[in-house]
């Protein structure tokens, strides 16, 4: 598959796992996955997104594994990400980010497994000391 993510995907508000993986999609996520509130895996990459990753992943508050690997966003991750309570694997590989991860509240801290940070430009100073029951770092 290549080109745009379709927006009608936003509508299959009940879809608890999307996986978009290898297939060359293009441009921004579509402002509809905001509606993906049920969401607990989301696993992007091997695409040529582009754009910051949007704010609105904030409101995916069962999510608990988010990867986005080797694709083209850019930018700060956003400080919408210390909302996901449950996150418990978080990987941001080969990807144009710079900034800081921003800092975790203890609640999500404490709950990652797995950090894996690689080929990134950004720092997670400020983040080791809360991660207490990380099984996985990668940085």
């Known amino acids: 598959m290549s080109g745009a993510i379709p927006d ?3 509508n299959l508000t009940s879809i608890e796992r999307l996986i978009l993986s290898s297939n060359f999609f293009t441009g921004e996520l579509p402002v509809s996955f905001a509606n993906l509130i049920n969401m607990k895996e989301f696993h ?3 695409n040529n997104f582009s754009g910051k990753i949007p704010d ?9 594994s988010l990867r986005i690997v080797a694709n083209g966003f850019e930018g700060p991750i956003p400080p919408s990400i210390t909302l996901l309570e449950n996150l418990t694997d978080l990987i941001l590989r080969s990807c144009n980010l710079n900034g800081q991860l921003p800092v975790l ?8 497994k797995v950090l ?4 990134t430009f950004f720092s997670i100073i400020g983040i080791h000391t809360k991660c207490i029951n990380i099984n ?3 940085v």
């Not at 609105?56 to 608990?64: K, N």
């Open 8 to 10: 009608e995907l936003g």
């Open 116 to 119: 894996l940070v690689i080929r």
């Open 105 to 112: 509240p203890q609640s999500v801290a404490s709950s990652l």
């Open 44 to 46: 992007i990459s091997g």
């Open 56 to 64: 609105f992943i904030g409101e995916w508050t069962s999510l608990m």
């Open 136 to 138: 996985i770092l990668y």
